[in-house]
């Protein structure tokens, strides 16, 4: 991967590629450090770590979310977007014939996936705001107003109303702006633009593990043999996400000669792959979203899953709450049989056996050992079946593996960067080298192919 950075700089367009990259990820870290007004962000950050959703929502954002900067909804509009559109394309025969449609029905669907990005970014935005009006710095309703209501003239209607559209005109603008700064990169840079954006916030994070590990070591000599075992796994795991990751089944394909005129045609040898993990982190998402659902929607009426500060009391629905806790044992069951189900359910709308047998069929090709058709489409179907099974278990050992770790270890719990965003960080590093290759490979400069 470096040699391919290194060779990719000498090249001056693709220098000039990657510095406008880095100058759009510049600007994305500046927009996380700009604060929306009347919020007080210290408080924010500490709600923000008692919901398992919004302290998610925080590690995507690159902790824009814990501090309520302009940049606090990040991309989750817009990936939210684009999950649903994905979702509709398969559902809805006019999306279903745009996207069949090249790249004119990829611009309209790409403009309808941006206006639906900024109607979720509007409704989370408010909801963020109802759940900050709510909250106060203690959490249990004796604290003072996450709100600086005070700082546009008292507690008035009129500045409550001011304040209100302030900050969710701010947070509006902030996940537009992402959505624009994504579009340069695709234009100007390398890489896929939301893609990398993701991967900064992401990749902003591992400068407080690291802060997590130094402390550790400093409050007790002794974490230092943990922290460097810690490390290893770490490694390990990276080195496993990246095999599983290119990881393919490759099924072989047969082409019959054929005559035209006087060439022939066809008599090649070539193979179908399939890869282990073909969906991605989309059921990670899909899973965990579903599973902090429950937990938010309490949270938004007031119930935080913790004792009474009178009674000392647990509700029904604070118990609900906690079972619904990522360290929970019952929420890492669920979650791992929901990531399984996900996985099926995302390949089967993104492969279809059917539709590959008879392209096989049209174009004189053939599976060795299995008959044109029907036979052809039901060992795709079969084979597609168990490496979807195998990449589904593999996706909810990395998901699930951070929850047993950190209710094994309590002391890793304040490590951010999971078993998710492992996924993402992986798989956007090696889309990236992928690009560069392809671009240098088109040049045919002498070096650069050797």
């Not at 470096?2 to 870290?29: C, S």
């Not at 990522?326 to 709308?349: G, Q």
Request: charge should be positive.
């Amino acid at each position: 991967m470096f040699q391919v950075f290194r060779n990719a700089w000498v090249d001056t367009q693709l220098r000039k590629k990657i510095l406008y990259t880095l100058f759009i990820i510049i600007l994305f870290r500046f927009g996380s450090s700009i604060f929306v007004p009347f919020i007080d962000s210290n408080a924010v950050g500490e709600m923000v770590k008692g919901v398992s959703l919004l302290n998610y929502l925080d590690v995507m954002t690159g902790g824009s979310l814990g501090k309520g900067t302009l940049l606090a909804m990040s991309i989750t509009p817009y990936i939210n977007a684009s999950i649903i559109i994905q979702l509709l394309t398969v559902a809805i025969p006019p999306l279903e014939k745009l996207s069949k449609e090249g790249d004119e029905g990829r611009k309209k669907l790409n403009l309808i996936t941006k206006f639906t990005s900024l109607a979720i970014a509007l409704f989370q935005a408010i909801a963020f705001y109802l759940t900050l009006a709510g909250s106060d710095t203690n959490g249990d309703g004796t604290g003072d107003p996450i709100l600086k209501y005070c700082a546009v003239n008292g507690s008035d209607t009129f500045s409550i109303v001011l304040s209100a559209i302030v900050i969710v005109a701010c947070f509006v603008a902030g996940a537009s702006l992402i959505i624009w700064l994504g579009d340069r990169i695709n234009e100007k840079g390398i890489g896929n633009g939301i893609s990398m954006i993701l991967f900064a916030g992401i990749i902003s994070n591992l400068p407080g593990a690291v802060e997590y590990f130094v402390k550790l070591c400093i409050s007790d000599m002794k974490n230092i043999i943990f922290v460097l075992i810690t490390v290893i796994i770490f490694v390990a795991l990276v080195w496993f996400v990246i095999l599983m990751t290119n990881a393919e089944r490759r099924i072989p394909v047969q082409y019959a000669k054929r005559v035209v005129g006087r060439k022939m045609y066809g008599g090649q040898s070539t193979h179908i792959p399939i890869k282990v993990a073909m969906a991605g982190v989309m059921p990670i998402i899909f899973a965990m979203s579903l599973m902090s659902l429950p937990q938010t929607i309490c949270y938004f009426f007031g119930v935080d899953g913790r004792p009474d500060p009178i009674t000392g009391e647990m509700t029904f629905w604070d118990n609900f709450v906690n079972f619904f806790s990522t360290s929970s044992p019952a929420y890492a069951i669920i979650y791992f049989i929901l990531i399984i189900a996900f996985n099926y359910f995302y390949v089967s709308i993104q492969y279809n056996p059917v539709e590959i047998a008879n392209n096989l069929k049209k174009n004189n090709g053939a599976i060795p050992g299995y008959r044109p058709g029907k036979p052809t489409s039901d060992f795709i179907y079969n084979s597609l079946n168990k490496v979807t099974l195998v990449g589904a278990i593999f996706l909810g050992i990395i998901a699930i593996l951070p929850i047993i770790i950190s209710m094994c270890v309590p002391a890793l719990a304040g490590i951010q960067l999971g078993g998710t965003t492992l996924l993402i960080v992986v798989g956007v590093a090696l889309e990236t080298v992928r690009s560069l290759e392809s671009q240098m490979m088109m040049r045919h400069h002498k070096g650069f192919l050797e």
